[in-house]
């Protein structure tokens, strides 16, 4: 019988997702006859703005068998209860993004119906009360939820804010102790297999050749596997996501490390004329970046807006980027897959850079080959990686669709602007009856688009009729024991920066 297995992967570039995907092919693949390559170039540098994540993060680590304390440690990060959003639906009003449910069903209804009867009765209680994580949010708390947790509302999710070159790095030295082989060369040509057009070999600055199996393009917005030796294609979202440009600063800031600002267990996404600042707390620095459309800002414009706005002492020259948000017309061909920039690009305003990654990951393992590289399971991993970007496009398009601010031409034009089909039936159904609409591949669940609608102050007409089952006063008891419960706890917990001083906090330099 033939050995079809996969002998050889090529994985070009490194940065977080080549030394993500190298970690986990290490994991998943050590008891097979692999050698994993991995070719990066030291020349090169690498987008360095993920650095926050989403909850899933956590089982990629423990997966790999990571400790979490000394993962936040060696990388200097900070724990990640959400996303506080500043001006996005009015100048002046913020709100913010749990990772975690609201309070638990009622009679058979989900929770946002009780609160949506309650605000149509003159409650005006904001959805944040009844989320744990937003309150501990508030007061700059953190703990890890317990193993058992008491309550419904005490079992939530966290992330991370860390450094991702310290990730990467950290991922490396994981790697290498399991065998994957580390390359440092810049990469010249590409060859291609006759007749049937596969990726053969790389060869290398200094004129080695690299042969492969399976190659791995991690090599960024360029693509030089998928577009450059492959011609996926790229298909462009810019009509709906109109951000093309970002300048990132870190500067100096407070924590175990620093001695200024706020630790915040959350990343902050403030929205400005011509688009929105993220900041990212981290032990030893503040992330800070301008996600912005240059049609109506110009890069000094920009640098300079940024630059009034941090915190403190700006800690390094500014990066510009330039990016097209949208996604390869194919992920995988042939025996190449597109991880990470190289595969598409949505915006960081939600983290899901990193998450991308790990997702795309998760498919090349769920459907990892043999030398014959089945069309099949080929075409279903790209349907289900196109599924999953398009509905996280669609998560982030909201935010910009449902502004109620017209001060500037960025957002009067994002106001108006049409949507996907599959958004405007999500935005339709929630206005008529409060209904969340969940496809298959969703990254957000229903929470986070709750957590949208009343954030922008999209209220629903109508609620589950099942909540009309419960007598008035008991539910506004109900409703108040429940805030109350969550108040306590949020109170009970730690200050986030004496979590991290107490439990991880990184060595000082």
């Known amino acids: 019988m033939t050995d079809n297995r996969i002998r050889n992967v090529v994985i070009v570039g490194g940065g977080t997702a080549g030394w993500m995907a190298a970690a986990a092919l290490a994991q998943a693949l050590r008891n097979r006859p692999t050698q994993i390559t ?36 060696s990388t200097q990060a900070t724990f990640k209860l959400g996303i506080q959003f500043v001006d996005w639906s009015t ?13 638990a069903h009622l009679n058979g209804a ?46 939530y999710a966290y992330a991370f804010q860390f450094d991702a070159g ?41 004129g080695r050749r690299i042969a492969g199996d399976l190659f791995i393009d991690c090599s960024g917005f ?24 970002a300048v990132a600063m870190p500067c100096a800031s407070s924590g175990p490390c620093a001695s200024s600002g706020e630790l915040t267990p959350y990343t902050r996404a403030t929205a400005l004329d011509a688009g929105w600042q993220w900041r990212i707390p981290l032990q030893h620095r503040t992330g800070n970046g301008y996600v912005y459309c240059s049609g109506f800002i110009s890069d000094d414009e920009a640098v300079a807006t940024l630059r009034a706005r941090l915190d403190g002492e700006a800690l390094g020259e500014p990066n510009l980027l ?6 390869r017309k194919r992920f995988w061909i042939k025996n190449c897959v597109a991880l990470g920039l190289a595969g598409g690009f949505i915006e960081p305003l939600e983290s899901t850079s990193i998450s991308l990654i790990q997702s795309g990951i998760s498919k090349l393992l ?31 398009v909201l935010h910009y669709k449902a502004t109620q601010r017209n001060d500037t031409e960025l957002w009067r034009m994002c106001r108006d602007m049409p949507v996907p089909e599959t958004l405007a039936r999500k935005i339709d159904l929630f206005r008529s009856r409060g209904h969340l609409v969940q496809y298959a591949s969703e990254s957000f669940e229903a929470a986070s688009w709750i957590t949208m609608y009343a954030g922008f102050g999209i209220e629903a007409e109508r609620y589950d009729f099942r909540v009309d089952e419960i007598e008035e006063r008991a539910l506004r008891q109900n409703m108040m024991q429940l805030k109350e419960l969550i108040r306590r706890a949020s109170l009970a917990a730690p200050l986030h920066e004496d979590f991290i001083a107490r439990h991880c906090a990184a060595e000082r330099n």
């Open 222 to 245: 360029r693509g030089l596997l998928i577009e450059g030796a492959l011609h996926s294609g790229y298909e462009e979202w810019t009509q709906w996501l109109p951000c093309d440009r």
């Open 322 to 327: 330039r990016f097209t948000t949208g996604i």
């Open 91 to 103: 100048k002046g009003q913020a709100f913010f993004h749990p990772f975690a449910p609201y309070g």
């Open 38 to 73: 991995v070719i990066e170039s030291s020349e090169i540098g690498t987008v360095g703005v993920g650095e926050s994540t989403l909850p899933t993060i956590r089982g990629f680590n423990a997966v790999l068998g990571i400790d979490e304390l000394d993962f936040v440690r």
């Open 166 to 206: 310290l990730y990467a790095r950290y991922l490396k030295t994981y790697s290498l102790q399991r065998g994957v082989e580390h390359i440092d060369a810049r990469i010249t040509d590409v060859s291609l297999r006759e007749p049937d057009g596969f990726i053969d070999a790389v060869t290398l600055a200094d």
């Open 366 to 396: 769920t459907f990892f080959p043999d030398r014959r590289f089945a069309s099949s399971d080929i075409d279903e991993a790209n349907r289900l990686m196109r599924e999953e970007y398009e509905r996280i496009r669609d998560f982030i």
């Open 110 to 155: 989900e929770f946002h119906h009780g609160w949506t009867r309650l605000r149509q009765l003159g409650d005006t209680t904001p959805l944040d009360e009844y989320s744990l994580p937003a309150m501990m949010a508030r007061s700059l708390r953190f703990a890890q939820p317990a193993q058992k947790p008491p309550a419904p509302f005490a079992n």
